[in-house]
């Protein structure tokens, strides 16, 4: 399980307001995600970035942002912008292809008050 | 895009008793087939994938089988624990493109 972290594990924001999560990893993975989960729905794609500088939308990129300055961190903003934001939020990484076994992080639980 | 569906969304077994999960998907082209176990409260973890190249995987009381035919691949688990009872997603990939996750199952094994 180790090797993939995400802070804080719980986060509490007002409406209106940006936060960003972390999420770094020491596995030397080139290839890092982000996941939306929620009850019943299943893993949803966010963002997804396989080298460094360079990142895809994934299935709901809306009111989300990312960066990837470094190969160990993949940091994810959700802004004001999404309309609903509370979920829990999964970041996982891969040595390179989708078809490479993916480790995710613990998660960051974000509630929006 | 690639659809995948997954049932039961919740299944009941007694411990001892085997469960099936199925999962459906909608492209042909896929060709990776992973499966994660996420226990309550934490991450998920890959327990057994199989790729579009064989029919059949398995690791000690978890298999995994797949019909391209049909388009549907599942999970069974042998002998099940309670220690087994957590929330399985099934997902689908074409290539080098996106892992497509089902709705998951959530597997209740009772003493």
């Known amino acids: 399980d180790g090797g993939i972290t995400q802070s804080p594990k719980y986060l509490f924001r007002k409406e209106g307001q940006n936060v960003t999560l972390s999420c770094e990893q020491n596995l030397n993975h080139d290839a890092m995600y982000w996941y939306r989960q929620d009850p019943g729905q299943g893993l949803r794609l966010i963002y997804y970035?396989?080298?460094?500088?360079?990142?895809q939308k994934g299935d709901i990129a809306e009111g989300y942002s990312v960066s990837r300055e470094k190969k160990e961190s993949f940091p994810l903003t959700v802004t004001s912008a999404q309309k609903n934001p509370t979920a829990f939020y999964l970041c996982?990484?891969?040595?390179?292809?989708?078809?490479?076994?993916?480790?995710f992080g613990p998660g960051t639980r974000l509630t929006v008050l | 895009g690639e659809n995948v569906e997954q049932h039961p969304s919740t299944l009941s077994v007694q411990e001892g008793d085997s469960a099936v999960i199925k999962c459906t998907y909608s492209d042909s082209a896929s060709n990776y087939f992973p499966w994660y176990k996420q226990e309550l409260g934490k991450r998920p973890q890959l327990i057994i994938d199989i790729r579009s190249n064989v029919g059949e995987k398995k690791d000690q009381r978890i298999a995994v089988t797949l019909n391209k035919t049909a388009k549907h691949f599942s999970l069974h688990i042998t002998e099940t624990q309670p220690e087994d009872s957590a929330v399985y997603f099934c997902?689908?990939?074409?290539?080098?493109?996106?892992?497509?996750f089902g709705k998951g199952t959530m597997l209740l094994v009772s003493p």
């Open positions: 997902a689908a990939s074409i290539g080098y493109s996106t892992l497509t």
């Open positions: 970035s396989q080298i460094v500088n360079d990142f």
């Open positions: 996982a990484s891969s040595s390179g292809s989708f078809t490479d076994t993916q480790y």
